[in-house]
């Protein structure tokens, strides 16, 4: 048995490294060929959307461009389903995720998304007519959400260390700090004072006083 022939469209694959990060994948996926009209198209709906996800799940990539610009689409709201987003990227307000229209599906494409998954129309600023565009659209997504993880793991370091100097306590003594040349009292259950117990445990610089 051969998948495509449960559909009249082809699908193929193309991965590159996204060049705005030192790593990572953009995956491009390129439908070509003509999908059947209405419910004539169901199957070649199902047939997209599977081989897409199973290259998502193996490739795993930071990005991905869904290529129409070969296919020929008149009408099918089945379609829909392969225009969703991979669901890690559900949460995010900008996933990394675009698409290519061509002459042969442009306006149906559009009024598919606007007329029946009522999507506002000038929302629609992640479909392009160009690859390069596409491309260059979703790199600087990728570039975004991870500055935006960056921040976000950044505030729950300093959170985490702010609780931790708040768990330490205050310098009882009446000992001082074992550590060299420190004049601080130490802390309780400690011979250290509470900066140098700090650095010991999180092994950075403490930035409270």
């Given at each position: 048995m051969k998948w495509e022939d449960h559909s009249s469209v082809d699908v193929g694959f193309q991965a590159a490294p996204v060049r705005s990060a030192e790593q990572g994948k953009l995956l491009r996926v390129c439908f070509s060929g003509n999908y059947g009209y209405g419910s004539a198209g169901n199957r070649d709906a199902t047939y997209m959307d599977a081989m897409f996800r199973a290259a998502d799940e193996v490739l795993h990539p930071e990005g991905v461009i869904l290529d129409f610009s070969a296919m020929a689409y008149q009408w099918g709201d089945m379609?829909?389903?392969?225009?969703?987003?991979p669901d890690r990227w559900r949460a995010l307000e900008e996933p990394p995720f675009a698409i290519v229209e061509g002459a042969d599906c442009k306006g149906a494409l559009r009024s598919l998304l606007v007329d029946d998954l009522d999507w506002d129309?000038?929302?629609?600023?992640?479909?392009?007519e160009d690859v390069d565009q596409a491309r260059?659209?979703?790199?600087?997504?990728i570039t975004k959400n991870a500055n935006m993880f960056q921040l976000?793991?950044?505030r729950k370091r300093d959170e985490a260390a702010l609780a931790f100097w708040k768990m330490l306590g205050e310098e009882i003594g009446p000992e001082r700090c074992r550590s060299a040349a420190c004049t601080r009292l130490r802390i309780k259950d400690s011979v250290l004072c509470r900066i140098h117990h700090f650095e010991q445990i999180q092994h950075s610089a403490c930035p409270f006083s």
């Open positions: 379609l829909g389903k392969v225009l969703n987003v129309a000038s929302s629609l600023d992640w479909i392009f260059e659209f979703v790199e600087l997504r976000q793991l950044d």
